[in-house]
């Protein structure tokens, strides 16, 4: 258990600068996620909390204490990563142990230790395995165990679930959050992956080149995204981007939308088809889900535009709709993207 604080964080690989200053603060048993494009610098800023790399300037406090100058081994942190790095050739079991033995803890404690985080991970009956004999959820789980036996104060996870298939990913994803609870931990998780960071952040950082564009609560970034950048990126299907001039200006509807106003912004699953609406549609491919429909479409001259309706629809390929603008679920942004 612990709490993180960045302050000015800037890191460089030579002359090129990959984080810009990034402040940011963890609090205890806070679970955190780091989300952005591939890129964007989230490994980089994972490796210089767990002390793998060294900011260029700034300050990394663990429970309000300076650590730059603290090894990795020294600062309590435990990493996981997406490739598990186990050993192949030691049991699962050895695999778990092997950190605590050389830290010199006796055989005993490692016994109960590495029995308490296999229990918990449900990996007893798997303990004599060796890694290869194992399925990738299994292999992720040892990996989490081998994170867990050390009792760190900070979990740093990077991308640990990218190399499972869709259904284990969203399995492992309800299980770290899990782990998260019993343990009581703060957990730092890295993911390009925006509904892995909805579905398990306390709070979400939204990093884009090195930079913060962003951080609070699932929730918030959805409701109230402070540019498009966030708007685009929080949220599936992607928001619609509507240019100001597409709305006609003696519709009731361009009467509610803020003076400055560039961008509309509007969620698929917020369009709405109505009679009297101020958009046109024309729609292209029509996606029958069975509980929803997605229709793909343009609006104007060629702006993509999708909306998702509930149900089955009658809507084809071919068809045009017009759509209304709710005030409510409307998102609008000045010419430089920024929410107004
Ligand atoms: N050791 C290094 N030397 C030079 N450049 C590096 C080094 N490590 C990372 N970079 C660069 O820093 C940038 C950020 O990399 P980083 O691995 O942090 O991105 P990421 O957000 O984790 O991306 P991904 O989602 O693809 O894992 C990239 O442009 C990368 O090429
Ligand atoms: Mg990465």
Known sequence: MATL?????V????KTTILHGIDLSVKDGEFVVFVGPSGCGKSTLLRVIAGLESPTSGEIRIDGQ???????AHRGCAMVFQSYALYPHMSVYDNM??????????????ESKVGAAATLLRLNELLQRKPTQLSGGQRQRVAIGRAIVREP??????????NLDAELRVSMRAEIRDLHARLKATMVYVTHDQVEAMTMADKIVVLRAGKVEQVGAPLDLYNRPVNTFVAGFIGSPRMNFLPIALLPPQHPDAALIPPGTHTIGLRPEHAQIAADGPITMKVGQVEQLGSTSLLHGTVGQDTPFEMVCNGQT??????TVKLGLPRQ???CFDKDGQRI
């Not at 890191?11 to 030579?14: A, L, M, T, V």
């Not at 009658?314 to 068809?319: L, S, V």
Request: proline letters at 2%; hydrophobic letters at 45%.
């Open 329 to 331: 679920d409307m998102h």
């Open 66 to 72: 300076n650590v730059n100058a603290v090894s990795a």
């Open 11 to 14: 890191k460089s690989f030579d």
């Open 314 to 319: 009658g809507i084809t390929g071919g068809d």
């Open 153 to 162: 104060k900070l979990f740093l996870f990077d991308e640990p679930l990218s």
């Open 97 to 110: 142990a092997f950190g605590l033995e050389n830290l010199g803890i006796e055989t005993a404690q490692i």
């Open 5 to 9: 604080e960045l302050a000015s964080i």
